[in-house]
């Protein structure tokens, strides 16, 4: 449970004016950084997949209508290495390596051990498990518990700025948020089209199809790739670049079974054993690009697969 420390300060003359309802906003970041968000404005939608649909999953069903009721921004891609550094002063490498000399035990499935164990990383090597390092990729090797720290420090940070309008924290958002954004009010299989379609996917995100044949730089171990720079596909309708491909992003919630039925503003069970990321990745087939695909992996696990968007939500906490 992370508590948001509340910093009552006046907004100084010609400072940035703060995010406000129904515009796009762009985050100042320590050492002049921006981090480009849109609003995605409430409503609702249709959560999982058909029956029908190619490459579904049993557990992108029972179909459920969901609404929500506020609207929140998201990231206009996922946070870039370059962006970590400039609000946590640490780079790729170096969190990498600390990483690596991580002895915490962690919980996974019932069995504990470190991070470097369960993953299988060689602690001497972190070359062997790191791909490209350039402020605009990505950033990768990211738990759970690493994203929603940096998303506390920008709520602190914020605050502290006189920016962020009362109620709201920079969070992740929870999986029916990003399912909504990522659709964009579509309806089928990507945002774009059905997955299976000669070029849908090309257009739209960095998977296992399109990214080894032109990828430069160093590849990660026998994959023949890496991830990518953030944003270089087409955006969808809400102008969101990335959802499908290039890294897997961390949800908020819990992993658990879908309802059915009608529901408003879902945040997922109240515990489980993995945390719910959405998305697909550069090393993903294209079944595991659509929009109702999921995955749930073990809250202290990193990898170069996985990363994280950034949402700016009403929330409850004080």
């Known amino acids: 449970m992370f508590r948001y420390v509340v910093c009552a300060c006046l907004l100084l003359s010609g400072a940035t004016p703060a995010p406000r309802p129904g515009q796009a906003w762009?985050?100042?970041l320590p050492g002049n950084g921006r981090l480009p968000m849109a609003w995605v404005a409430p409503g609702s939608f249709t959560m999982g997949s058909p029956d029908s649909e190619n490459g579904r999953k049993a557990d992108e069903g029972p179909q459920t209508r969901v609404t929500l009721r506020k609207g929140y921004w998201m990231g206009r891609t996922e946070v870039t290495v370059g962006q970590w550094k400039a609000v946590t002063g640490e780079t790729l490498r170096k969190h990498v390596?600390?990483?690596?000399?991580d002895d915490s035990l962690y919980d996974f499935g019932g069995k504990v051990q470190t991070l470097r164990a369960?993953?299988?990383?060689?602690?001497?090597?972190?070359?062997?498990?790191?791909?490209?390092?350039?402020?605009g990729l990505p950033m990768y090797f990211v738990s759970w518990n690493d994203a929603m720290d940096f998303c506390h420090r920008l709520t602190v940070l914020e605050r502290?700025?006189?920016?962020?309008p009362k109620g709201y924290a920079y969070t992740l958002p929870t999986e029916a948020q990003w399912e909504y954004a990522c659709r964009a009010g579509t309806t089928g299989p990507t945002w774009a089209g059905p997955?299976?379609?000669?070029?849908?996917?090309?257009?739209?995100?960095?998977?296992?199809?399109?990214?080894?044949?032109?990828?430069?730089?160093?590849?990660?171990?026998n994959s023949g790739a890496g991830p990518r720079e953030a944003g270089e596909k087409n955006a969808n309708p809400w102008g969101l670049q990335d959802m499908p491909?290039?890294?897997?992003?961390?949800?908020?919630?819990?992993?658990?079974?879908?309802?059915?039925?009608?529901?408003?503003?879902?945040?997922?069970?109240?515990?489980?054993?993995?945390?719910?990321?959405?998305?697909?990745?550069?090393?993903?087939?294209?079944?595991?690009?659509?929009?109702?695909?999921?995955?749930?992996?073990?809250?202290?696990?990193?990898?170069?697969?996985?990363?994280?968007?950034l949402a700016l939500c009403q929330t409850a906490e004080p």
């Not at 739209?204 to 730089?217: F, H, L, M, Q």
């Not at 090393?283 to 659509?290: F, I, M, P, T, V």
């Open 195 to 221: 997955q299976d379609v000669p070029g849908v996917l090309d257009s739209i995100a960095w998977y296992k199809g399109d990214n080894a044949p032109t990828y430069t730089g160093k590849k990660l171990g």
């Open 118 to 135: 369960f993953m299988h990383f060689d602690p001497a090597d972190p070359d062997k498990i790191m791909a490209n390092e350039d402020d």
């Open 26 to 28: 762009n985050l100042p």
């Open 97 to 101: 390596e600390q990483m690596l000399r």
């Open 160 to 164: 502290a700025n006189g920016r962020l």
């Open 245 to 309: 491909g290039n890294l897997w992003e961390w949800c908020r919630d819990w992993y658990g079974p879908y309802p059915g039925g009608q529901v408003t503003d879902p945040d997922g069970p109240a515990a489980g054993k993995g945390r719910v990321n959405r998305g697909g990745s550069w090393g993903s087939g294209a079944s595991d690009e659509r929009s109702a695909n999921r995955a749930q992996n073990p809250q202290p696990e990193k990898s170069a697969y996985r990363g994280f968007r």
